[in-house]
């Protein structure tokens, strides 16, 4: 049983360009969630998305989306990246939207210049 | 809006004793609890969770209480392991909502 994995590991970017992480989910998951990670803070929730439709979202801008496809993999991508999106990216896979079962993945890097 | 607040960055323990990990939250909605641990470079893992619904849930070495009146859960690690040595986040959330608002962290140091 494979973990759950990102793309990449880390990047670097510059202010007002676009981004896309990606999350491939364990095995048999048919939900992912995005976390957001600024240094010395907790994960923020971004949105969840459940059997490729969006199930709730938390209090980010609609320069942050995201897509989940047929095999449940997801992709995050943020449009107009901003100084202050410098952060860890994190999602969790979980076989439903229950809190309690989620598998994070290590995560993306990004940094914004 | 910090609904959740883990007041101590950092708490150093000696192997054997007792680890207390405090979390206090704002939002009296909240009805689930969790605590995950963090290794660096890899993501959280899930360690115990507690329903507002108890005020104690135990597994093996890790107990979370919860006391609800005050707005306050803390995660008892007994005895402390080495191995234990990781940031500790809190977690809490609503069952009807997909939000999961995380504490800042705890770094436990336990040394042998």
């Known amino acids: 049983e494979t973990g759950v994995t990102q793309s990449p590991t880390h990047l670097i970017k510059t202010r007002g360009q676009q981004v896309t992480l990606r999350c491939s989910s364990q095995?048999?998951?048919?939900?992912v969630s995005w976390y957001q990670q600024a240094l010395g803070q907790g994960p923020q929730f971004i949105f969840q998305?459940?059997?490729?439709?969006?199930?709730g979202r938390g209090n980010f801008p609609p320069r942050f989306s995201g897509l989940q496809f047929p095999n449940y993999s997801s992709e995050l991508n943020v449009n107009a990246l901003e100084l202050d999106d410098s952060a860890l990216y994190l999602c969790?896979?979980?076989?439903?939207?229950?809190?309690?079962?989620?598998?994070f993945g290590p995560g993306t890097r990004l940094t914004v210049l | 809006d910090q609904q959740v607040k883990q007041n101590s960055p950092s708490l150093s323990v000696q192997e054997g004793r007792i680890s207390i990990l405090n979390c206090d939250y704002t939002?009296?909605?909240?009805?689930?609890f969790l605590w995950y641990k963090k290794y660096p470079a890899e993501g959280p893992t899930f360690l115990i969770s507690?329903?507002?619904?108890?005020d104690k849930n135990e597994d093996g070495r890790f107990t979370v209480f919860l006391n609800k009146s005050a707005k306050h859960l803390s995660l008892h690690i007994v005895p402390s392991q080495p191995g234990d040595s990781a940031v500790y986040f809190c977690?809490?959330?609503?069952?009807?909502?997909?939000?999961?608002?995380f504490g800042a962290g705890t770094r436990l140091t336990v040394k042998p």
């Open positions: 969790a896979s979980s076989l439903g939207p229950e809190v309690d079962t989620q598998y």
């Open positions: 095995s048999g998951h048919n939900t």
């Open positions: 998305y459940y059997r490729e439709e969006e199930n």
């Open positions: 939002n009296s909605m909240f009805d689930y």
């Open positions: 507690i329903s507002s619904i108890k």
């Open positions: 977690a809490a959330s609503r069952a009807e909502l997909n939000d999961m608002r």
